[in-house]
C-alpha cells in the first residue's frame, strides 16, 4: 500500500514569489493535516481537511492557503513568499476524522530566497 | 489549550543501554498520545499510540511507552538502544476532533 506521497521533495523560490505544494493521501484516507517544520519553532499545525472541508486551521498568515479535492488530495499555496516560509512542510494522512493517528508524508523542503 | 512538553533537547545514551526520552502533556478531556521519530531529511514515522486500554503501549522497533494519568506522562522507553535509534523523537497529543500538538522533539544520539 503506498504511502503519503507529497511532490516536490525540494524547490528554491525566491521571496515574493508563489508556491504550491501538493499530498497524495493513503488511499482511503479522507483527512489530510499539513505541518510547517522549522528549527526555531518546530512542528505548527497549519490546517486540517476532511471530505473537501477545511476543519480546522493554525495561526499562520492568510498567505497560507490549501484545499483539498473529491479524490482526497489536498494541496497547499503560499503567496507572497517571504524568507521566514523556508522549512519542511509536512502532509500527513488518516482515516476519518478525528484522531487515531497519522501517517506523515516525506515532507517538501522549501527554501525561499 | 493542549501542550507537549519534551524537557531535554538531547538524550546521550550507549549502545545497549536502556534509553528513555520524556514526555508531559496537558489537554482537556482524554487524551491520545503518540511517539514519532524523524530520520534527517525525512518525514516523521509513527512509533506507537495511546487511546484507550492498557497504560504499557509497545510499538514499532521495541519502543514502549508508559501512560501515566495521575503525572500526564508518556515517557518513551527502550530496553536495549541501538546506534540505529539515533534520531530525532517527537511526543505529541490530541483529544477527539481536535489536532496534534507536537513537543519541540529529543534529539537522541546513541553511541557504541
Known amino acids: 500500500k503506498a504511502g503519503v506521497t507529497q511532490t516536490p521533495r525540494y524547490l528554491i523560490k525566491t521571496r515574493g514569489q508563489q508556491v504550491t505544494l501538493s499530498c497524495s493521501p493513503i488511499s482511503g484516507h479522507r483527512s489530510v493535516s499539513w505541518y510547517q517544520q522549522t528549527p526555531g519553532q518546530g512542528l505548527q499545525f497549519l490546517f486540517e481537511y476532511f471530505s473537501e472541508t477545511q476543519r480546522n486551521k493554525g495561526n499562520f498568515p492568510g498567505r497560507f492557503s490549501g484545499r483539498q479535492f473529491s479524490n482526497s488530495r489536498s494541496e497547499m499555496n503560499v503567496s507572497t513568499l517571504e524568507l521566514g516560509d523556508s522549512a519542511l512542510y509536512l502532509c500527513a494522512s488518516s482515516l476519518a476524522e478525528g484522531n487515531y493517528g497519522y501517517t506523515f508524508g516525506s515532507g517538501t523542503r522549501l527554501t525561499v530566497v | 489549550a493542549q501542550s507537549v512538553a519534551q524537557p531535554e533537547d538531547q538524550v546521550n545514551v550507549a549502545e545497549g543501554n536502556p534509553l528513555t526520552v520524556k514526555c508531559t502533556y496537558s489537554?482537556?478531556?482524554?487524551?491520545?498520545l503518540f511517539w514519532y521519530v524523524q530520520y534527517p531529511n525525512r518525514g516523521l514515522q509513527f512509533l506507537l499510540k495511546?487511546?484507550?486500554?492498557?497504560?504499557l503501549v509497545k510499538g514499532s522497533y521495541g519502543f514502549e511507552a508508559e501512560f501515566n494519568k495521575s503525572q500526564t506522562s508518556f515517557h518513551l522507553k527502550k530496553p536495549s538502544a541501538l546506534v540505529s535509534d539515533s534520531a530525532l523523537y517527537f511526543c505529541a497529543v490530541s483529544s477527539p476532533y481536535s489536532t496534534l500538538t507536537f513537543g519541540k522533539g529529543t534529539m537522541l544520539l546513541v553511541s557504541p
Open positions: 495511546y487511546i484507550t486500554g492498557d497504560n
Open positions: 489537554v482537556s478531556g482524554n487524551p491520545y
